[in-house]
């Protein structure tokens, strides 16, 4: 049996003694379970274990009584390991005894146990074959793929109804939208953009110095920043700025059932929500990206002159020299495309966003990670493509 | 007395999610005129009915009538015809939060009929009047509160004078005055327009105060035990569980 063990606090200089649980059987084999002590949820307590291997023991036990006489304090902890015993009791049929508890514990363990479980819940806790999580996992991603082929192919007939004058967004919507995505990204567009300009100057610096061949850091700087980066950054940026912002709009629509509402009135949420964010986004974002390329430019520029002791002149003439028109039209091509697909990943992810706040964060985060996901992939398809038709 | 006429029939309809099956077998009437309440413990499927009843979660199995109209089997034209004819309350009012109250209320006047902006403006003012916000034009659903948030909502539910009319839980999270008055509001647009209203509640209150009809959904169960007037299921039910619910658990606990 376990002692008693009585301690000062030092804080306090009241006393404390720690909890403690022990059994016994008596010759009418009844099991009384004795506590002591202070039970309090904010320090260890003593496990049932040993009770429950008694009551699951075929050693003829015939009532199960509890003796809390020795129990100073109390609270939930004390109650889990009294509700332990009684439901181990009930189980093996055994009849327990509770007029010995002190009245608020009685209640309280009447009260946990007047509901009985609920097993049909459909929520299993036995764990899931491997094969079923396969399984399972696949046919999850057949289900994704076909929402995601939905919304692309709704998508596509929501932009096809514009142009039979059949749309029903709001135009003061669309401004909104388009200054969202426009001019309110420029600061960050600026920022990043120059910064990525000043960044491949640098290297390209670096490595061309060696060779004397310095004056090429503008060739490097305009061709990359035109082809590609300028669209790359910008579109990353708008992931994360525009396409989060986005789905976070559509998910908390979703939660607050203002997307409900939409579809009983009729109106749909693809024409009237996610068609003016695809519009404003496609038609900002090449507008972004050549405002992207000038900032990049000038990022390399002041690298060019400050470092490299160029004159402006000739890195602008450098520069002028190095481009092609074939460039910025693939610069644009990427920055189209790329305006479509996060807008398109952003918008799905808001629009299959669940009803609570934890699936707007899910949402978003997703609709950022597709979007930057979609962006690598379809670089790495338009930069195969330009190479193999030699553009 | 004239026979009443059905205005939407539901016809043993199971609902469920996933494998997971919610109610079974519900099969009631709710006639023109009817202030139709869906009653029934929290949790036991009176909103995934109230959804299914306006379009949005088909039923995984039975039919809902909207006259000799079998809604889920309708084509989207049709569907959209008795939508038009909807009005929908939702729990937390759903107003369009980036919208002030006159364009929330006016959005579907444009979007369903050829009228002016003056006329829309006038029915703007006169939704809202009826629903004590007179004045609240500019204003956005942040920047009122919840009670007039769902005022706002009904105003915008009653948009477009809609044949039938559904909330979802109006009194909730209401103090016991503003339901109160969300109740007597509900009570006179019903006998004034004569709409048809379905109301999810577990407010007791508001059932006796302005139920005619009810169907009773058990959770325990997964179907409806009763249905008739809730004044009439309360003089003479005698199943345990509808007299508990009915009596706020004063009967029937012995069960």
């Known amino acids: 049996m376990k002692t008693i063990v009585a301690k000062i606090d030092t804080q306090t200089g009241?006393?404390?003694?720690?909890?403690?649980?022990?059994?016994?059987?008596?010759?009418?084999?009844?099991?009384?379970?004795?506590?002591?002590?202070?039970?309090?949820?904010?320090?260890?307590?003593?496990?049932?274990?040993?009770?429950?291997?008694?009551?699951?023991?075929?050693?003829?036990?015939?009532?199960?009584?509890?003796?809390?006489?020795?129990?100073?304090?109390?609270?939930?902890?004390?109650?889990?390991?009294?509700?332990?015993?009684?439901?181990?009791?009930?189980?093996?049929?055994?009849?327990?005894?509770?007029?010995?508890?002190p009245d608020g514990i009685r209640r309280l363990l009447k009260l946990a146990t007047s509901v009985p479980e609920k097993k049909d819940t459909g929520r299993g806790v036995a764990p899931k074959s491997l094969l079923y999580s396969i399984g399972q996992s696949t046919l999850e991603f057949f289900h994704s793929s076909r929402e995601m082929l939905l919304f692309?192919?709704?998508?596509?007939?929501?932009?096809?109804?514009?142009?039979?004058?059949?749309?029903?967004?709001?135009?003061?919507?669309?401004?909104?939208?388009?200054?969202?995505?426009?001019?309110?990204?420029?600061?960050?567009?600026?920022?990043?953009?120059?910064?990525?300009?000043?960044i491949l100057a640098f290297i390209g610096a670096v490595q061309l110095m060696m060779f004397g061949?310095?004056?090429?850091?503008?060739?490097?700087?305009?061709?990359?920043?035109?082809?590609?980066?300028?669209?790359?950054?910008?579109?990353?940026?708008?992931?994360?700025?525009?396409?989060?912002?986005?789905?976070?709009?559509?998910?908390?629509?979703?939660?607050?059932?203002?997307?409900?509402?939409?579809?009983?009135?009729?109106?749909?949420?693809?024409?009237?929500?996610v068609l003016p964010r695809m519009l404003a986004l496609t038609l900002m974002m090449p507008l972004l990206c050549i405002y992207a390329d000038l900032m990049g430019v000038l990022g390399g520029l002041i690298v060019g002159v400050g470092m490299l002791d160029m004159n402006l002149m000739e890195y602008y003439n450098q520069t002028k020299g190095a481009i092609r028109l074939n460039d910025l039209f693939i610069g644009l091509f990427h920055s189209v495309v790329f305006g479509v697909l996060v807008s398109l990943a952003s918008c799905l992810r808001g629009i299959q966003c669940g009803r609570s706040a934890t699936a707007v964060g899910q949402a978003t985060t997703s609709a950022v990670v597709t979007s930057i996901v979609c962006i690598i992939v379809a670089t790495a398809i338009i930069t195969i493509v330009c190479n193999v038709l030699g553009i | 007395?004239?026979?009443?006429?059905?205005?939407?029939?539901?016809?043993?309809?199971?609902?469920?999610?996933?494998?997971?099956?919610?109610?079974?077998?519900?099969?009631?009437?709710?006639?023109?005129?009817?202030?139709?309440?869906?009653?029934?413990?929290?949790?036991?499927?009176?909103?995934?009915?109230?959804?299914?009843?306006?379009?949005?979660?088909?039923?995984?199995?039975?039919?809902?009538?909207?006259?000799?109209?079998?809604?889920?089997?309708?084509?989207?034209?049709?569907?959209?015809?008795?939508?038009?004819?909807?009005?929908?309350?939702?729990?937390?009012?759903?107003?369009?939060?980036?919208?002030?109250?006159?364009?929330?209320?006016?959005?579907?006047?444009?979007?369903?009929?050829?009228?002016?902006?003056?006329?829309?403006?006038?029915?703007?003012?006169?939704?809202?009047d009826l629903v004590g916000l007179a004045g609240f034009e500019k204003f956005y659903p942040s920047e009122i509160s919840g009670g007039m948030r769902k005022r706002a909502g009904l105003a915008r539910a009653m948009a477009l004078d809609p044949e039938v009319l559904f909330f979802d839980e109006p009194s909730a999270g209401l103090d016991p005055v503003s339901a109160r008055r969300l109740d007597d509001l509900i009570l006179e647009l019903s006998e004034s327009l004569g709409a048809t209203i379905v109301i999810v509640t577990h407010e007791l209150p508001s059932i006796f105060a302005i139920g005619t009809n009810s169907v009773f959904l058990d959770a325990e169960t997964r179907t409806m035990i009763a249905q008739g007037d809730p004044k009439k299921l309360l003089a003479d039910s005698t199943d345990p569980r509808v007299r508990r619910f009915l009596t706020r658990g004063e009967e029937g606990m012995g069960e």
């Open chain 2, 1 to 128: 007395m004239p026979k009443k006429e059905a205005h939407i029939t539901a016809k043993d309809v199971t609902m469920a999610y996933g494998d997971f099956v919610v109610m079974r077998n519900l099969t009631f009437a709710v006639y023109r005129g009817d202030v139709f309440v869906i009653m029934g413990g929290s949790g036991c499927g009176k909103s995934t009915l109230l959804r299914i009843m306006i379009g949005l979660k088909s039923p995984a199995r039975g039919c809902i009538f909207y006259g000799d109209t079998d809604f889920w089997e309708a084509g989207s034209e049709e569907q959209h015809r008795i939508k038009r004819n909807f009005g929908v309350l939702y729990q937390s009012g759903a107003l369009w939060s980036s919208m002030t109250l006159a364009d929330n209320i006016a959005l579907p006047l444009g979007q369903y009929t050829d009228l002016g902006t003056n006329d829309i403006n006038e029915i703007v003012s006169l939704k809202l």
């Open chain 1, 152 to 198: 692309i192919g709704e998508a596509f007939l929501a932009f096809t109804r514009m142009f039979t004058g059949s749309i029903q967004f709001r135009a003061s919507d669309f401004k909104q939208i388009i200054r969202e995505c426009g001019v309110q990204a420029l600061p960050i567009v600026s920022l990043i953009s120059l910064l990525v300009g000043l």
């Open chain 1, 14 to 101: 009241s006393e404390t003694t720690e909890p403690g649980l022990s059994f016994n059987i008596s010759k009418e084999r009844l099991l009384v379970v004795r506590c002591i002590g202070a039970w309090r949820i904010d320090q260890p307590w003593p496990s049932a274990e040993g009770v429950l291997k008694q009551l699951d023991s075929k050693n003829g036990i015939q009532a199960v009584a509890f003796d809390l006489k020795g129990v100073t304090d109390w609270d939930s902890s004390l109650l889990t390991v009294l509700l332990k015993c009684i439901e181990r009791s009930e189980e093996k049929r055994i009849p327990v005894d509770l007029d010995t508890l």
């Open chain 1, 213 to 273: 061949a310095q004056i090429f850091v503008a060739n490097l700087v305009g061709i990359a920043m035109v082809r590609v980066m300028g669209a790359v950054m910008t579109a990353i940026i708008m992931a994360g700025r525009t396409g989060a912002a986005f789905a976070a709009q559509l998910g908390t629509m979703q939660v607050n059932e203002e997307l409900d509402a939409f579809s009983t009135l009729g109106i749909s949420p693809m024409d009237f929500l």
